[in-house]
């Protein structure tokens, strides 16, 4: 395509202004941006040719961002980024290899110019940033990371962008650095690039990535600065780049030592939320033929899928509470055939560790119940007509265990509350620590006294509620009353066995992490589980310390690492549960 010399005269405007610093740029471009898309890359490839070669990048960083070669090639790459944009927009007409094939040269000079601004971008040094007080670096972020993300999106420049290994850690510290300052245009734009490496190299990319990056900043940052965008309602967000960036960070989950980082409440819940708001857009639509719309919700519900081998309470309780199960069970029958395959073992797998941890939980339980109430109301039945046998299986034992376990809520919501220091019963509710959120006090003379004489030294931050503390105590001795035929002979062994003072060491353990409905039990000393067994909370009142051969310990192993330990009386009877 011949260079239109009215177009050149528009793109020098760059170099008339240059002495101008910020002023230069924000003038330049806003000249430029009247440059319709057609004309853009035969201009700018000739600008970029006489006047932005590698030799031409600044050799250090020290004001930088006021030099002529600086800010003509920022304006220059976001006149790229408007040409490239125009070229695989649809109504133009054209494709990218229309452009000019001049274009396809220019990789050395704009690689050379993206390393030079991520490494501004990234640098720590204070002296660059004393250089740059005033400059918007995020305008920088955001071009550079559009500009290379449209570059890949043609085929030449893609595998040339994959092949260069030597150019993914730049990438990869210029996203972390974007996710890090909240830049989440940048954002999106690397995570698509990203994940479009990965796919090609996902092998290599796996074993790499955890050595390149902080895990947890990572994860918490990423989520944080890009999906909480899309569920607030941010104008700018971009449903594609959305579903890139929860794609990318389901591929870095196949690295454990991501994976144990970025599944976490916060994602999941923005996850969640993400499926919510998709499943709406499709339940709306007759038929729900939209594809993309499909492709965005698969995305969600891989992520939620990739999530269970790392579930915890919070995690669990994320899902329960934006109504997951009640999304994929109404989604199900309107699912295309292409989505049923990835779906179909999906719905009984998130049932089965629901159901774990509603036997444990009680907030979960809380959650559950709502859901079925929701469904109930809705007048969903799940039978073998619409669901398979598996789902139907699933869904009404997590229904049975729901009832029991409603029950088991309101007896243990009778119960008094205990003061951890006097063990004195009380109804009212009472104070926490504020720090821990897992022991309660009558008063605060009595937190005082507990905080010096055992708690201060044992106070760690929990994501396990009181409520939920008192409830795991309850199903255990419930549990251990409801199995005390089996227990006793073994607890009489123990007894006989050992002296009166050792008597006083008896543990029962009530492990809860395999199975919902049957527990398993194991008789053990306090000496054996010393190292292990953490705060001990008194749960119930104490009136039975006195009784000879009587006093005991409970240890609680729960779903999710949970470990509870509480004294109890050893003579366990109905009357008793109920002090």
């Not at 405007?13 to 890359?41: F, T, Y």
């Not at 799940?382 to 309101?410: F, G, I, N, Q």
């Amino acid at each position: 395509m011949p260079t239109n010399p009215a177009v050149l005269a528009r793109a020098r405007l760059v170099d008339a202004a240059i002495q101008r610093k910020k002023q230069a740029m924000n003038g330049s471009v806003s000249a430029l941006d009247e440059v319709p898309g057609a004309q853009i890359l035969p201009a700018y490839i000739e600008v970029f040719q006489r006047h932005l070669s590698p030799n031409k990048i600044p050799s250090s960083h020290r004001n930088s961002v006021n030099r002529p070669s600086t800010i003509m090639a920022m304006a220059c790459f976001r006149a790229i980024c408007r040409g490239l944009d125009y070229c695989y927009h649809p109504e133009s007409g054209r494709g990218f290899a229309d452009a000019n094939s001049d274009f396809l040269g220019l990789w050395l000079a704009i690689r050379a110019w993206s390393l030079h601004f991520i490494s501004i971008c990234t640098s720590k040094s204070p002296s660059v940033s004393e250089s740059i007080p005033d400059f918007d670096l995020t305008a920088m972020k955001t071009t550079t990371a559009m500009c290379l993300r449209l570059l890949a999106g043609h085929l030449s420049y893609y595998k040339t962008i994959t092949a260069d290994i030597a150019l993914h850690p730049h990438l990869v510290e210029f996203w972390r650095e974007s996710c890090r300052s909240c830049c989440h245009v940048a954002v999106r734009n690397l995570s698509s690039l990203l994940y479009s490496i990965m796919v090609l190299q996902e092998a290599q990319w796996v074993g790499r990535f955890p050595l390149e990056v902080d895990p947890e900043e990572t994860a918490r940052l990423s989520f944080n600065s890009v999906l909480e965008d899309y569920v607030d309602g941010v104008r700018y967000n971009d449903d594609d780049l959305n579903g890139y960036c929860l794609n990318l960070m389901r591929l870095m989950c196949k690295s454990p030592i991501l994976g144990e980082a970025i599944i976490h409440e916060e994602s999941v819940r923005f996850t969640c939320t993400l499926m919510r708001k998709y499943a709406a857009k499709i339940m709306r639509v007759v038929p729900p033929s939209y594809s993309k719309l499909w492709m965005r919700l698969s995305d969600s519900v891989d992520f939620v899928r990739v999530s269970l081998p790392y579930c915890d309470l919070p995690v669990v309780l994320a899902m329960v509470d934006n109504h997951v199960l009640e999304i994929l069970l109404r989604l199900w029958p309107l699912l295309p055939p292409n989505e049923v395959y990835s779906m179909q073992p999906l719905i009984p797998l998130i049932i089965d560790c629901v159901k774990l941890y509603t036997s444990s939980y009680r907030s979960v339980t809380h959650c559950v119940a709502r859901s079925i109430f929701s469904l109930d109301k809705k007048g969903f039945v799940a039978d073998t007509r619409d669901y398979t046998p598996d789902m139907v299986r699933a869904w009404k034992d997590l229904m049975s265990l729901s009832l029991t376990r409603y029950a088991s809520k309101e007896g243990c919501d009778k119960l008094p509350n205990v003061c951890f220091a006097c063990r004195r019963p009380y109804t009212r509710s009472m104070q926490s620590c504020s720090r821990c959120e897992s022991v309660q006090y009558c008063s605060m003379l009595c937190q005082k006294t507990h905080w010096k004489v055992e708690h201060k030294d044992k106070c760690i931050k929990s994501n396990i509620s009181l409520r939920d503390r008192k409830y795991l105590a309850y199903i255990a001795q419930t549990a251990i009353i409801e199995n005390e035929r089996t227990l006793s002979p073994i607890t009489s062994n123990y007894m006989n066995e050992y002296s009166i003072t050792e008597q006083a060491s008896l543990v029962i353990e009530v492990d809860f992490r395999e199975s919902p409905k049957t527990p398993r039990f194991s008789i053990k000393s306090i000496g054996d589980i010393a190292g292990e067994v953490g705060e001990i909370k008194p749960w119930f009142t104490d009136n039975f310390q006195g009784e000879r051969d009587t006093c005991g310990m409970v240890r609680v192993l729960a779903p999710g690492g949970f470990d509870q330990s509480h004294v109890f009386p050893a003579g366990w009877t109905k009357a008793r549960l109920f002090v």
